[in-house]
């Protein structure tokens, strides 16, 4: 059996104690080191993680026994005994930690989005290009089993042609509801614009390419500190499929999580709701996919295993995204950005290369 991987966490808010959970259910990781600036979740009290969707009973403390703790991430990356470190802090310390990852040789698994900005993004690849190590960035709507399954029969022409499509990823508000409420601040997370829509963002770009420009519309941050906290935005392509997505944070609480799409194409519809995903076919079949075969039951899950599959193998790299889509979907959002601060006019989309 290969050598377990040893991880290091950085950052134990809700994204870093699901990391958490995943790699101790997961006989290829050992996870050695956590760094947070917070020293009760060093001590493994979580009772101030909040989740919009998944998560686990925050109420029991963690046992963090036999763990390295730092207070300072910068430590956890010094750390001989870390072989991949895994990036959980808020979106603007991405870049900040990733090059003193890269700098130290490691592995790399950052959460999304990559960077704060396109700017940030790009370095973060470049670096990543001249290194030798595994590296991957947290777009998990990829791995999740629904989005993937269709991804794999729609690009195999299972459903035919494109017609139209529509994505919408909606969330009840999460102010107040992190570290230094830093989901709030646009400067540091980008609004929901960057921070949620993204990952539909991401599969538009996964399932169609590169779209050429942009249309959006959005609605401000309630609290009136700017950010984009609702967007709805089309998709221009070369060959005319219309392709839509709406992205948001409700002002309520009491709203539920929805993350759903439906695909038209011209031998199926495909439709991802709170019925589950199910396939209409032009012959009258209505089919409810096995998902069995999909190691699950997150795409949290399989991007983590895939990852700690490409390091024993010996540095290969992982499967679901290249390191120029993960700066793409960040140009896209920021396209979409412009789009909006500018009367909703269509806005050509600027790709690093
Ligand atoms: N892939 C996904 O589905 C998904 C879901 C949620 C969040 N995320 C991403 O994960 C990242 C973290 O989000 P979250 O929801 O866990 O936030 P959070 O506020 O719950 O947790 C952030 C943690 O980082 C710690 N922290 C802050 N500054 C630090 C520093 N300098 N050094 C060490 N620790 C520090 C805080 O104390 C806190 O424990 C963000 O980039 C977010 O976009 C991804």
């Known amino acids: 059996m290969s050598k377990k991987v040893k991880v290091g966490i950085i950052g134990l808010g809700f994204m870093g104690t699901t990391h958490l959970d995943i790699y101790r259910n997961n006989d290829k990781a050992e996870v050695v080191a956590i760094a947070d600036i917070n020293p009760a ?20 403390p963690l046992d963090l026994q036999g763990i390295a703790t730092y207070s300072d991430g910068m430590d956890l990356i010094a750390d001989l005994n870390v072989d991949l470190v895994d990036i959980c802090v808020p979106t603007f310390l991405h870049h900040k930690y990733a090059m003193a990852t890269f700098a130290a040789d490691k592995h790399l698994m950052l959460e999304k989005p990559i960077g704060r900005t396109s700017e940030e993004a790009k370095e973060i690849v470049e670096t990543a290009g001249k290194s030798d190590k595994c590296f991957t960035v947290g777009m998990c709507v990829r791995a999740w089993p629904e989005y993937r399954y269709v991804y794999e029969q729609f690009t195999a022409g299972k459903y035919g042609k494109l017609v139209n499509a529509f994505f919408k990823r909606v969330s009840p508000t999460l102010a107040g509801k992190s570290w230094e409420d830093w989901f709030s601040d646009e400067s540091r997370s980008g609004g929901a614009l960057l921070d949620l829509h993204l990952h539909d963002i991401d599969e538009v770009l996964y399932l169609f390419g590169r779209p050429r420009a942009v249309t959006s519309t959005g609605s401000r941050d309630f609290r009136g500190q700017g950010s984009v906290d609702h967007v709805f935005t089309f998709y221009d392509f070369d060959d005319g499929k219309t392709v839509v997505a709406e992205g948001g944070w409700s002002p309520n609480e009491n709203v539920p999580f929805e993350m759903s799409f439906q695909l038209v194409c011209e031998q199926a519809t495909v439709i991802f709701n709170a019925a589950g995903l199910n396939e209409y076919f032009e012959d009258g079949r209505v089919v409810k996919p096995d998902l069995s075969a999909y190691p699950g039951p997150t795409g949290w899950h399989q991007e983590l295993d895939s990852l700690l599959v490409a390091i024993q193998a010996g540095g ?8 120029v889509e993960m700066v793409d979907g960040i140009c896209i959002a920021e396209a979409e950005r412009k789009s909006i601060d500018n009367n909703s006019n269509k806005v050509i989309v600027e790709y690093s290369k």
């Open 41 to 60: 979740k060093l001590a493994g009290d979580i009772s101030s993680v909040f989740a919009n969707i998944g998560g686990g009973d925050n109420s029991i």
């Open 316 to 323: 290969i790299a992982e499967k679901y995204i290249t390191p």
